[in-house]
């Protein structure tokens, strides 16, 4: 059976990894898996901006595509940018295979605030659905609570929700289906086993 | 619609260059990288950009500048925004003066280039969405607002581009909502006739002294309530044009009439002692069956065959179904502002739905239902749900009600005069409809006496 595979870079918190498997899984409802761990990252480092090429990872994730794989899921503490940007949350292949996403941004104490894990899971999650949107063929949604909408800051992250719009919703169906052994309405979960 | 808008991304440095392309691509934008100014200009005759981003410095020659000029010369429309590492206030003069719109330092805030990128695309947006609607003013009754791609139908298209500036009358045939009355202003409107009056009138609205009135005019006081001379529909069509729909419903009375204009091409007021002279074209159509109607005697043969010196005879939608996504589309660009709708697309269960639909109103039905679609939708997609009406009356689920009195002959007979007609009186397709073979269906045809067509 295929499955959506979770691949850590470098170090990741696992209370973090746990909560976005079950968020995904509840949102998506694919079966969840997870890749070894990405021990080397010093490859997509550029020095003079200490923060890591998400394109250089993408690359290397490439590499790391199991043949059962519906999407890989990159995830790093890291801060990741692309050369035009100051920093990006997260990359994906349009239509393709692989997503990243980073939660360097995602804590609060990356602004001076104090630290909120359940606020950092959820994001996670956010960020984590709107990459592999993408991989799924969706583009940026106009609807600001969707999933989908672009967020260039935390602020826009933290509006929209741990879901795609119904729009959204029809086209990832649509896209997904040959994937799916279920449909995703009966993977909903009760808020509080979402809590953990 | 961003997926409309073409980026180039030019830059020398692979990671910078489609890392930036990957990440428009997310916006929805479709986007194309060249590695360096010459590749640029090389590349830049192929699409219309939108947008281009240029990179100052590049080597090989041609720098960003440079590079600049030459794409202005290819796009004049299109904006430019020069990047580069390094700002100083030279370089950004330079290009600001050489036509760059934009000049940004990398890296810059995502949030900066986002809005960069929306409010040139916003621009382009309404200054495409003027350029349609001036076109859609000058093409409002072009011949080639019909929509199809369908065998049957670009074979009519051409038969009417063949016919457009002769006199010659036309019969039009095909079920109610085909598009009778598109194809006969295509006609009109594609040959030598398309400067003169095109004049509509259904004759089934009328009664047939108004129709009568209608028709020729009348002179004052030849009927009650006639306070003043008043010119036909045939005077007012003189040069041009007339186009009479539902042609299968007027009066035998009327049916002389128009034998007479179109013989003699003369006719009089109601209540008129002047013979009046016009060079009309007439069109007709009917959703009936006229041949049997003569063959009935209801309608004169002789009026039959002077109308039908050209006959069309349009499918119905369900012959044609290659055309339904090709029809939505274009009710949805269309319907969509005219309601106030953001309504783009429509989804890929919601078009299967629509054709396995059989559309007996035919496209006039289906430009109903997208509209109906779209005035409840309540996002960007035209999803099933919004088509849910149409599942209660779909071909697979209705109910067929045979009349308490029916006997199997007859109802064999209705099948059979059906089939026939779909089939446009083509007996092999006629019999492989029915299951039967084509000796059967003849034997049927001739024990029921049905018209082959």
New interface residues.
Partial sequence: MSSLYILPIGEVYAEILKNLEIGLWETLGFDIAYLPKMEQTDFALDKT?SQF????ILKEMMKRIPHDAVRVLGITENDL????????FG????SGKLALISTARLRQEFYQLPKNDELLFLRTVKEALHELG?TFGL??C?DTTCAMS?S??IQQVDFKKDDY???CR??FN?SSKNYKMNGVANFKMSSEKLKL | M??HWNIMVVDD?E??R???A??L????YVVDTAVSGKDAIEKAPQKEYAIFFIDLKMPGGVDGIETMMEIRKLHPEASVII?TAYATVDTAITAMKEGAQEYIV??????E??LLVSRIIKIKNLQRENTILRKKLTKQYNFYDIVSKSSKMVDIFSLVKQISSLRSTVLIQGESGTGKELIARAIHFSGDRAGKPFVCVSCAALTESLLESELFGHEKGSFTGANSQKKGKFELADGGTIFLDEIGDISAKLQMNLLRVLQERKFFRVGGIEEIEVDVRVITATNKNLAQAVKEGTFRDDLFYRLNVINIQIPPLRDRKEDIPLLVNTFIERIGPEVGKEVKEI???ALKLLLNYDWPGNVRQLENAVERAIVTC????L?EEDFSFLNSKSSETQEWNIPHDMTLEQLENQIITTTLQRTHGNIKEASTILGIDRSTLYDRIKKFNLPRN
Avoid: Y
């Fill in positions: 901006r090429s998400s394109t250089l940018f692309i050369p035009m940007l100051s920093f990006v990359h994906a292949q349009v993408h583009l940026h106009a672009l260039n800051g719009c119904r729009d029809i086209l649509e | 961003k997926s440095e990671v910078m489609e890392s930036l990957a990440w691509r997310e916006d929805g990047v990398k890296p810059c805030n995502p949030e280039i986002s989804s890929e269960c309540k996002s960007r997609i999803s």
